[in-house]
């Protein structure tokens, strides 16, 4: 079996054009926002329940948005491709595809996404616990107490209360899939 390789921006972009399929593993709240035009979509949560790879792949190149969720399941995606398949990953994802500055699509009409939705909210929270609490009633700050109990929470287990909530507002429900 091989191993996924590093391969540079503007290196992948010639692979590409010489017939490559990049695979972009981020979610789909994600994808829909910013990607790579051409690129296949394949989140990572789908990879074991089936393979990013198809008939007449000889070469992949998976990326994320900055380079690490690729790299850290490196075996994973290796697994997932074809035993013939060669495997790369873009180094530094979608992040240095930009700086390098090939095109990206942007539909600024889809939402940011879930994860920094939840940042924008669980930051904002925090700061209003802390000022309140500074300002108008010490009891303030258990609102910075419960919203960090939160996050550690959703970092030990996985679930992230405040993202489900999220996903199930309004303006999250245009996500394209």
């Known amino acids: 079996m091989s191993q996924l390789k590093p391969i540079?921006?503007?290196d992948a972009a010639r692979l590409i054009r010489q017939g490559a399929v990049l695979v972009d593993i981020r979610e789909a709240d994600e994808h829909a926002r910013e990607r790579i035009a051409g690129a296949r979509h394949h989140a990572l949560s789908?990879?074991?329940?089936e393979s990013p790879a198809r008939p007449g792949d000889d070469v992949l190149i998976f990326?994320?948005?900055?380079?690490?969720?690729?790299?850290?399941n490196a075996q994973k995606l290796v697994?997932?491709?074809?035993?013939?398949?060669?495997?790369?990953?873009?180094?530094?994802?979608?992040?240095?595809?930009?700086?390098?500055?090939?095109?990206v699509a942007l539909d600024r009409k889809q939402p940011i996404e879930i994860i920094r939705q939840v940042q924008i909210g669980a930051?904002?929270?925090v700061l209003i616990g802390v000022l309140l609490g500074a300002f108008v009633n010490p009891l303030f700050y258990a609102l910075s107490g419960f919203v960090g109990a939160g996050l550690l929470f959703a970092g030990v287990t996985g679930f992230c209360g405040m993202a489900n909530l999220l996903a199930l507002m309004p303006w999250n429900r245009r996500s394209a899939a």
């Not at 789908?46 to 329940?49: P, V």
């Not at 990326?63 to 850290?72: E, I, Q």
């Not at 697994?79 to 095109?103: H, M, R, T």
Request: aromatic share 4%.
């Open 8 to 10: 540079q921006p503007h």
């Open 46 to 49: 789908k990879i074991d329940a």
């Open 63 to 72: 990326h994320c948005r900055s380079g690490m969720r690729t790299k850290a």
């Open 79 to 103: 697994a997932a491709a074809a035993d013939n398949c060669s495997v790369y990953v873009l180094e530094g994802g979608i992040d240095a595809w930009k700086k390098a500055g090939l095109p």
């Open 123 to 125: 930051g904002s929270l």
